[in-house]
Protein backbone atom coordinates (compact mmCIF):
# COMPACT_ATOMS: atom_id res chain seq x y z
CA UNK A 1 0.00 0.00 0.00
CA UNK A 2 2.90 2.64 1.01
CA UNK A 3 4.41 1.71 -2.69
CA UNK A 4 1.16 2.41 -4.21
CA UNK A 5 1.09 6.01 -2.69
CA UNK A 6 4.51 6.76 -3.39
CA UNK A 7 4.21 5.41 -7.01
CA UNK A 8 0.89 7.75 -7.34
CA UNK A 9 2.58 10.91 -5.77
CA UNK A 10 5.61 10.56 -7.87
CA UNK A 11 3.57 10.66 -10.99
CA UNK A 12 1.60 13.28 -9.81
CA UNK A 13 4.61 15.65 -9.21
CA UNK A 14 5.65 14.96 -12.72
CA UNK A 15 2.73 15.53 -14.03
CA UNK A 16 2.59 18.81 -12.47
CA UNK A 17 6.19 19.74 -13.49
CA UNK A 18 5.04 18.62 -17.16
CA UNK A 19 1.81 21.25 -16.90
CA UNK A 20 3.09 23.96 -15.48
CA UNK A 21 6.21 24.05 -18.26
CA UNK A 22 3.40 23.68 -20.90
CA UNK A 23 1.97 27.15 -20.40
CA UNK A 24 4.94 28.71 -21.68
CA UNK A 25 5.54 28.24 -25.24
CA UNK A 26 9.04 27.86 -26.35
CA UNK A 27 8.97 29.40 -29.84
CA UNK A 28 10.52 33.25 -30.51
CA UNK A 29 7.50 36.01 -29.55
CA UNK A 30 5.55 37.17 -32.61
CA UNK A 31 5.53 41.10 -32.97
CA UNK A 32 4.09 42.92 -30.26
CA UNK A 33 3.85 40.02 -28.43
CA UNK A 34 4.09 39.49 -23.98
CA UNK A 35 4.68 36.46 -22.93
CA UNK A 36 4.50 35.57 -18.86
CA UNK A 37 7.33 33.49 -17.65
CA UNK A 38 6.14 32.25 -14.32
CA UNK A 39 4.01 33.60 -11.22
CA UNK A 40 6.61 34.27 -8.19
CA UNK A 41 4.43 33.84 -5.23
CA UNK A 42 5.91 34.85 -1.82
CA UNK A 43 6.68 31.75 0.87
CA UNK A 44 6.42 29.01 -1.66
CA UNK A 45 2.70 30.06 -1.79
CA UNK A 46 2.34 29.80 1.76
CA UNK A 47 0.11 32.19 2.23
CA UNK A 48 -1.39 33.54 5.60
CA UNK A 49 -5.20 34.32 5.73
CA UNK A 50 -6.11 38.00 5.55
CA UNK A 51 -2.95 39.15 4.22
CA UNK A 52 -2.20 40.91 0.78
CA UNK A 53 0.32 39.82 -0.72
CA UNK A 54 2.40 41.33 -3.66
CA UNK A 55 2.94 38.13 -6.41
CA UNK A 56 5.93 39.08 -9.05
CA UNK A 57 5.25 38.06 -13.05
CA UNK A 58 8.32 38.05 -15.22
CA UNK A 59 7.72 38.57 -18.92
CA UNK A 60 9.78 38.56 -21.63
CA UNK A 61 8.06 41.52 -24.85
CA UNK A 62 8.53 42.36 -27.84
CA UNK A 63 8.86 46.27 -27.65
CA UNK A 64 7.89 47.83 -24.51
CA UNK A 65 4.27 47.18 -23.71
CA UNK A 66 2.07 49.46 -21.38
CA UNK A 67 -0.01 46.89 -18.80
CA UNK A 68 -3.15 48.25 -18.14
CA UNK A 69 -4.01 45.29 -15.29
CA UNK A 70 -3.78 41.88 -14.74
CA UNK A 71 -6.68 39.44 -14.01
CA UNK A 72 -6.88 36.06 -11.55
CA UNK A 73 -8.98 33.18 -11.63
CA UNK A 74 -9.01 31.16 -7.94
CA UNK A 75 -10.09 27.62 -8.49
CA UNK A 76 -11.93 28.79 -11.72
CA UNK A 77 -13.68 31.66 -10.02
CA UNK A 78 -13.01 35.11 -11.68
CA UNK A 79 -11.63 36.78 -13.16
CA UNK A 80 -10.66 39.07 -10.14
CA UNK A 81 -8.86 41.77 -12.26
CA UNK A 82 -6.58 44.44 -10.22
CA UNK A 83 -3.84 47.04 -11.16
CA UNK A 84 -0.32 46.93 -11.53
CA UNK A 85 1.26 47.66 -8.91
CA UNK A 86 4.86 48.02 -10.53
CA UNK A 87 6.46 47.81 -13.87
CA UNK A 88 10.48 46.90 -14.32
CA UNK A 89 11.61 46.76 -17.84
CA UNK A 90 15.18 45.39 -19.51
CA UNK A 91 16.75 42.04 -18.86
CA UNK A 92 15.05 41.19 -15.83
CA UNK A 93 11.57 42.54 -16.76
CA UNK A 94 8.55 41.69 -14.32
CA UNK A 95 5.10 43.27 -12.75
CA UNK A 96 3.88 43.68 -9.49
CA UNK A 97 0.48 43.07 -8.30
CA UNK A 98 -1.21 42.88 -5.14
CA UNK A 99 -3.53 39.52 -4.10
CA UNK A 100 -5.75 38.84 -1.70
CA UNK A 101 -6.16 34.92 -1.13
CA UNK A 102 -8.87 33.05 -1.19
CA UNK A 103 -8.68 30.21 1.53
CA UNK A 104 -10.90 27.79 -0.20
CA UNK A 105 -8.34 27.31 -3.13
CA UNK A 106 -5.27 25.57 -3.74
CA UNK A 107 -4.35 27.09 -7.18
CA UNK A 108 -4.26 30.35 -9.29
CA UNK A 109 -4.10 31.51 -12.42
CA UNK A 110 -3.19 34.87 -13.78
CA UNK A 111 -2.80 36.37 -17.24
CA UNK A 112 -2.12 40.47 -17.85
CA UNK A 113 -3.83 42.87 -20.81
CA UNK A 114 -2.09 45.45 -21.91
CA UNK A 115 -1.54 47.74 -24.83
CA UNK A 116 1.38 47.60 -27.55
CA UNK A 117 1.25 49.38 -30.94
CA UNK A 118 -2.26 51.10 -30.12
CA UNK A 119 -3.63 47.75 -30.03
CA UNK A 120 -5.28 45.73 -26.42
CA UNK A 121 -4.24 42.72 -26.06
CA UNK A 122 -3.50 39.79 -23.58
CA UNK A 123 -0.73 37.83 -22.34
CA UNK A 124 -0.66 33.92 -21.81
CA UNK A 125 -1.83 32.64 -18.44
CA UNK A 126 0.55 31.24 -15.55
CA UNK A 127 -0.26 29.51 -12.35
CA UNK A 128 0.85 28.36 -9.18
CA UNK A 129 -0.57 26.18 -6.60
CA UNK A 130 -1.23 27.27 -3.08
CA UNK A 131 1.00 25.23 -0.73
CA UNK A 132 -1.31 25.92 2.32
CA UNK A 133 -2.75 28.43 4.84
CA UNK A 134 -1.38 29.75 7.80
CA UNK A 135 -3.40 31.43 10.57
Known amino acids: ?7 IL ?4 VLVAISSCATVPK ?3 APGEVRLLRMEAPDGGNFQMSVSYLVNFPFEADGHPE ?5 CYWA ?7 KIT ?3 YGSEAEFQISVYPRPDTNKVEC ?11 RTNSVSTFITGFGR
Do not use: N, Q, W
Request: glycine share 8%; proline share 5%.
Open 1 to 7: MKHAAIA
Open 10 to 13: TSLA
Open 27 to 29: EPL
Open 67 to 71: FSRAC
Open 76 to 82: GDGPHCM
Open 86 to 88: RVT
Open 111 to 121: YAEYLMDGKKR
